[in-house]
């Protein structure tokens, strides 16, 4: 079982799966901070000042706190709506992002797809090409 886990493991799949893994974590990161740091605030201030990771919903009867941090801190229970906002603006721009990417792969892949279509078939080897000629020059004898 051992050697099985260990060929499993080992294979090109799995290694590339795993940075594929790595470099997603790191992108994400990136995603979170141009989500949270550069789209958020303008669109915050297009609604009037919003900030969507402070928006909440108390789920208890205790007396609302003015922020999100201030109700986790107190202990009471909330909905915190505007985090699950921002998830799906990080959502929507990764998905982007992985769909142009394949797209220009797609693109690339197809234009290869199509010059190996249109080259000419390759010329006989050297070899065929002599053998032919000596055929020829025996057959005239």
């Known amino acids: 079982m051992l050697k099985e886990f260990q060929k ?5 799949n799995v290694l590339d799966m795993a940075v594929g ?4 974590a790191a992108f994400t990161t990136i995603v979170q901070s141009l989500v949270n ?3 958020m605030p303008p669109i915050g201030v297009l609604l009037g000042g919003v900030d969507f990771s402070n928006y909440f919903l108390t789920l208890s ?13 107190a202990g009471i229970p909330v909905l915190a709506y505007g985090k699950f906002i921002n998830a799906v603006i ?14 220009q792969m ?9 010059a190996k279509e249109i080259e000419p078939p390759a010329a006989p080897a050297a070899d ?3 053998l032919t000629e000596i055929r020829d020059l025996l057959a005239k004898r």
């Not at 499993?8 to 090109?12: D, E, K």
């Not at 893994?21 to 997603?24: A, D, K, L, V």
């Not at 009867?61 to 801190?73: C, G, I, N, Q, V």
């Open 8 to 12: 499993f493991a080992l294979r090109g």
């Open 21 to 24: 893994i790595i470099i997603g």
């Open 37 to 39: 740091d550069v789209l």
């Open 61 to 73: 009867m205790a007396d609302a706190p003015t922020s999100l941090a201030a109700a986790k801190e």
């Open 90 to 103: 990080n959502f929507l721009i990764v998905a982007f992002a992985v769909f142009m990417m394949i797209r």
């Open 106 to 114: 797609n693109k690339v892949q197809a234009r290869f797809e199509k």
């Open 128 to 130: 065929i090409l002599l």
